[in-house]
Each structure stands twice: as C-alpha cells, then as structure tokens.
C-alpha cells in the first residue's frame, strides 16, 4: 500500500465521543480529569473530548491551564442564530472553546434521519463559525474496500458539494456495521479504504484533510490499528472513551511519554 508522508506527518487525532453519557456532571469531570492528566505529554488539542452539551461548560473551564485537550462537539444545529426553540448556537459553541464539530455520524444518519443535504448545511455553517468539521462517513453493511469506498465516495460529494476547495475540515472513516463493538473490522480493511478515501480528497480538495478511523477502537485493539499510523490520522472512540483505564493506555500508545 502507497505511504502517504504528507498526512504522516501531522500529529494524529483522538476523539473522545461519548454520545449520552456519562449520567452525571460528576462522572463527566472525573473522567475528563483523567484524561487529562493521561494526555498532558500529547501535543497541543490531539487529544478532543465531545462531551454532550450539558457538560460543554464546566469542561471548558475544567481544560483551562492546559492545551492538550480541547473540546469538539457531537452535533450543531443546520441553522443561523434566530428565535428557534432547541437549538445551540455556533456563536455560543465558539464561546465555549468548542474547535471542532462532529457531524454527519451514523447515528444522526440513520436514527435521527439527519440527510447528506442537512449535513451539507451543517458542513457549511461549522466552516463558517471558523470550526473544523469532523465528517464522519462509511459503509452501512460489510461488503469489499472497493465497494466501501465508492458508497463513501457518494456521501462526500454529496456532504461536502459547494465546500472551499481549500477549507479545512477532517473525515472520520467509520464503517456503520463496526460500531458499538458487535464486530471488528480488520485494521488492513480500514488502512485500505482510509488510502482510497485520502486518493480521493488529493483528486478533489487542495488541503488534505486528516482521515481517523471509528468503530470499536479499544486499548486491546490500538496496536493493530497503529500498525497503519501513516494512513490512519487518528481515532474517533465512543465505548471505550467512557473507560478512563483505556484511554490512558490508548493515549499513550499513540503520542508516547516524552
Ligand atoms: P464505538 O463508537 O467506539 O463505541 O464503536 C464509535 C463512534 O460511534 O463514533
């Protein structure tokens, strides 16, 4: 498989995903703290925590006096700021510290109904607001690289049409079938379709965006997937996020101990 040294050499990402939990504002500081002291030798925001809302603010002020946590966001809204009952604004995310959106994951695809046209909204607005978006894409069912790529190449001309050829955004590729921990995807199956997805962006954007993998990353399993850390920019983790003990192990498998 062709290396790619450009995308090598920007400092992996880790995303904590942690989608309805913890339950308390308690637990959600505790395991924030954590982390941030398993992440204090890792480089400047490598390591993002997406906490639900209710906890973007005392996170925000539990991070200050250190740079390398940083918050991302699991959602936003499709809309610009106006009287619109539930929804967060992107000025109060960017008020909060939030650097980075999570947007387009599955759960949103497939449970909320969320469509590559709201996605696309979405995509703009976060750029807009001076965020990074996270756009996460993948296969519904287990099928061949070949076949993943191709689906995964629809959803980003579709995610990403009328998008600043030069804007920065980052993907998270995240097989739909191998999230939540069910079944595991073979690391070579990822790193092959992740190379498709970065021959694809080379073709389409002028930045190169970093491509993460997600779906089931657990400290057991990192070694294999770092086996491809010159393809794979980074992790997107939901289950074992919520596991302070991993992601120690995890972090410092990844940025080391300097
Ligand atoms: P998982 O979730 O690590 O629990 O598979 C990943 C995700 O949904 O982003």
Known sequence: MAQRKATSLQTPLLVCNWKMNPQSLREARALASKI?????????????????????????????????VALAAQNSTAHEQRALTGEVSYGMLADMGVSRVIVGHSERRYIIGETDKTINEKVALIHAHGMTPLLCVGETKKTTPAKALAFIEQQLVRDVAGFDKRAHFSI??????????????DPSYAAH???????????????????????????KNIDDFLYYRDTINGFLIGSASLRAQDMTIIIKKIYGKR
């Open 193 to 219: 379709v992740i190379e498709g997805i970065h021959v694809f962006c080379a073709h389409h954007f002028s930045s190169v965006p970093r491509v993460l993998y997600g779906g089931s990353v657990h400290c």
């Open 172 to 185: 998270a590729y995240e097989p739909v079938w191998a999230i939540g921990g069910s079944k595991e995807v």
């Open 36 to 68: 941030i002291r398993a992440a204090r030798y890792a480089p400047p925001a490598s390591v993002l925590l997406a906490p639900p809302f209710p906890y973007v603010a005392p996170l925000h002020a539990l991070l200050k006096g250190q740079r390398a």
